[in-house]
């Protein structure tokens, strides 16, 4: 007879292994499109299109100059782009290393107050006169050819929002080298999710919009410190394309240390949560297409379920843990007494948990893999790597979900710093 447990376990396997299927089947009917894109033809100078870069500065001294000098060395005509360096009241060196840029024909300096960084870009977007405008993160820097690629995406003129494929900058840390095997899932992920009109995210490092965007759906909003995915969710509620440019890679800071991590994730998934909940009336709504009648309520059942099986989970620890002082207390040091066992494959696990596990790994495995191939990944990965991602990141990602999952209910927001 199954527990509720057991019954959550199954169900939350079984949906993790449909989601991951439902992927797969996508990409493999997409493929065509999506490769196909990367061999377009380079467009002359004089098919480009003016283009503003925000780039948000708050105590960035040490990486704001080498964001900058990325932007000054894209493939792109100089003529048609301008960049647009905003300080929001840093208390380092930020304005200092700003201002080496003053008199730059391509580059306007501006000093404002700290607001946070959705004031930044309603600034920027505000004085901004080209037709398409975007951000980048002052801790992140775009290869040479990254602008081309994702401005190749608006020949389309339903796409409204481009997103590029992130990598990890100078992974050092294990920490940071089980990022790098994340970020190239969340490529394969936004790429799939781009063919199905279902991205619920437009990250901050260089996700290029049409300005007219904003004018039809207003600025930015604080939004839980996640101005990014309210913005998407925003877009999708109006109906508004958002594509993926899985050739066009950045590279962004990432966090260095497990304390770092949790803190940015819970950020992040506490931001998610509440973004959801404000726009709760998309969730199971079959006129969102597939992000209000999948997408979301997959994400939301995969954290109510990890939330539900981890809390069941330390339960049981607690009362193993309980059950050996008992022991211990009974029986002295005679309950660590021990034979080897005999081994017999008659005991050799055949769960269907257990086979599940190991299907959703290797099917993770082949999105690493696709991830790679599609943003031409330079990033070296070694097997030891992928191996940590897959089991430190499935003991401690729980813990800054169950964090933010509580923050939603107790209605507390978190802090960038």
């Not at 290869?143 to 389309?156: H, Q, S, T, V």
Request: charged share 20%; net charge positive.
């Amino acid at each position: 007879m199954y527990s509720i447990r057991d019954i959550v376990t199954l169900a939350t396997l079984f949906c993790s292994l449909y989601f991951e299927i439902f992927m797969l089947l996508t990409y493999l009917e997409s493929r065509k499109t999506l490769y196909g894109r990367v061999n377009t033809p380079t467009p002359s100078d004089a098919q480009f299109p003016g283009v503003t870069i925000i780039v948000p500065c708050y105590n960035e001294e040490k990486t704001a100059c080498k964001t900058i000098e990325s932007l000054l060395h894209l493939d792109y005509p100089k003529d048609k782009l301008h960049i647009m360096a905003i300080n929001d009241g840093s208390t380092d060196g930020t304005a200092l290393a700003l201002e080496t840029y003053r008199g730059h024909s391509q580059i306007e300096i501006i000093h404002k107050e700290n607001g946070g960084k959705h004031t930044v870009l309603n600034i920027g977007i505000a004085r901004a006169t080209t037709d398409f405008v975007g951000c980048l993160d002052a801790d992140s820097y775009a290869k040479p050819d990254a602008l081309m690629r994702l401005m190749r995406r608006f020949e389309n003129p339903l796409v409204m929002a481009v997103v590029p494929s992130l990598h990890v900058s100078d992974a050092k840390t294990l920490i940071q080298k089980m990022q790098s095997v994340e970020y190239l899932i969340g490529t394969f992920l936004r790429s799939v999710l781009g063919e199905l009109n279902a991205l619920y995210v437009t990250p901050g490092p260089f996700s290029i919009f049409r300005k007219k965007v904003f004018e039809t759906t207003g600025h930015y909003k604080k939004a839980h410190n996640t101005e990014d995915m309210e913005m998407a969710l925003r877009m999708q509620s109006y109906g508004l394309m958002i594509a993926s440019a899985h050739d066009a890679v950045v590279y962004t800071s990432s966090p260095r240390t497990p304390k770092a991590l949790y803190r940015q994730r819970v950020r992040w998934v506490s931001g998610f949560l509440h973004n959801v909940r404000d726009y709760r009336h998309m969730l199971f709504n079959l006129r969102y297409g597939h992000i209000g009648g999948f997408i979301l309520p997959m994400m939301l059942l995969s954290t109510a379920s990890v939330t539900f099986v981890v809390s069941t989970f330390m339960y049981d620890i607690f009362h193993a843990v309980q059950d050996v002082i008992f022991r211990f207390q009974a029986l002295g040091a005679k309950m660590f007494e021990w034979s080897r066992p005999l081994w017999n494959w008659f005991f050799f696990q055949t769960s269907p948990v257990l086979f599940a596990s190991i299907i959703i790994f290797f099917v993770l495995l082949g999105f690493i893999i696709i991830g790679t191939t599609l943003s031409k990944s330079k990033n070296r990965l070694s097997v030891f790597d992928v191996a940590c991602y897959v089991s430190l990141y499935s003991l401690i990602a729980p813990f800054w979900i169950i964090r933010s999952v509580a923050n939603v209910i107790f209605q507390k927001q978190t802090t960038w710093r």
